[in-house]
């Protein structure tokens, strides 16, 4: 009886650790702008429940990414449950959090700068870990580095806003 009532609490607690981190990423390698850009490059960040070959949401994640990020699911879902990929990757929150576990779990230095960010990001997430290398088709990488640019010019001429702001205040 206590055996069993400890293998009960047990799965409980492995249970409630799943909901609790499962969607979660403590450590979130990758930036919101770099998120935005990821989206704007797969789909347009079109929201519609869609799979276009097999990749889906608004980041297009195939089920075999899905499943090396960690399996992610909606709340009161399991892994093993018919629509759970599906599911997940069709909620931009749960998708983004599929692309934080994927990132933590296989980032790398794919373009050989020496240092892992949104570029490397991007090209793990075009071609996958052990490609990554790999010269990204065109059209993507035009519209990523586009995007990126665009996010770039936009923070410095926040931050150059802010300073000016700062220096007015301070005459």
């Not at 935005?36 to 990414?65: D, H, K, P, Q, W």
């Not at 586009?146 to 001429?157: F, T, V």
Request: charge should be negative; include cysteine.
């Amino acid at each position: 009886m206590l055996n069993s009532l400890k293998l009960l609490i047990s799965v409980w607690l492995l249970l409630l650790l799943h909901c609790v981190s499962g969607d979660e990423v403590e450590n979130k390698p990758v930036t919101e702008d770099c998120l935005e850009c990821l989206c704007e490059t797969m789909s347009g960040c079109n929201a519609t429940e869609i799979c276009v070959n097999g990749a889906c949401g608004i980041f297009r994640i195939t089920e075999g990414y899905w499943a090396e990020a960690g399996q992610l699911t909606l709340p009161n879902e399991t892994p093993l449950s018919a629509h759970a990929f599906t599911n997940c990757v069709n909620q931009p929150h749960c998708a983004a959090n599929t692309i934080q576990h994927y990132m933590h779990k296989h980032g790398q230095d794919c373009n050989g700068d020496e240092h892992i960010d949104c570029l490397d990001f991007g090209a793990l997430h075009k071609l996958g870990n052990l490609q990554c290398r790999g010269e990204l088709p065109y059209i993507f990488a035009k519209v990523f580095n586009r995007c990126l640019k665009a996010k770039q010019r936009n923070a410095s001429e926040s931050r150059n806003q802010t300073l000016n702001r700062v220096k007015n205040k301070s005459t």
